[in-house]
């Protein structure tokens, strides 16, 4: 035997392990991150609308167990989102307990604007979205609201934050802030 012939061996046998670690990479199904992203519109995260029962949206996996909501208001409810959304649901005060809004922390985009996002990008998906710095000191979020038509059926409203510049929250149709 001729001192090539194991390494042109060993060459064989390291393209027939890149050939096949490159066909179970194509085969397998796509990343997590590769994944369809939510929807966020006026009226709904994912399958979470406005005006959901509790119980219902239970059912269904898309929330978690009822709970206390703000402490600064009596008898209010809320439930953290199940993935793959991040953030959490306010109930109505009375009962039956209905979804009054949706916070939305990750996990969903709203005409492809999710978090992370700067306010000229909010701009450039939703052209007549309002820029309130009303928040600016007390809760260091600048709110970016969408217009409320009636087609759409109500709003979207981006928290953007003072520091970083970019999305930490999106609310429907509203933030909901309890400090």
């Given at each position: ?71 600064l ?20 005060q ?22 992370g ?5 909010i701009?450039a ?55």
């Amino acid at each position: 035997m001729s001192p090539l012939r194991p390494s042109l061996l060993l060459a064989l046998v390291a393209a027939a392990v890149t050939a096949g670690a490159l066909a179970i990479a194509s085969s397998a199904s796509p990343p997590a991150g590769g994944a369809a992203v939510a929807k966020i519109t006026p009226v709904r995260v994912d399958g979470v609308h406005l005006g959901d029962r509790h119980t219902d949206l239970r059912a269904r996996g898309k929330v978690g167990k009822i709970r206390p909501g703000c402490e600064l208001a009596e008898n209010t409810r809320s439930a953290r989102l199940l993935p793959p959304l991040k953030g959490s649901v306010n109930y109505t005060q009375s009962s039956p307990r209905r979804v009054d809004n949706i916070a939305v922390r990750g996990g969903a985009k709203a005409r492809g604007v999710g978090i992370g996002a700067t306010i000229a990008q909010i701009k450039a998906k939703f052209p007549h979205a309002k820029v309130d710095h009303s928040t600016d000191q007390v809760f260091q979020v600048t709110l970016v609201q969408t217009p409320k038509r009636p087609v759409s059926g109500g709003r979207i409203t981006f928290g953007v934050s003072t520091q970083t510049h970019k999305t930490t929250i999106i609310g429907v149709p509203f933030i909901a802030f309890c400090e």
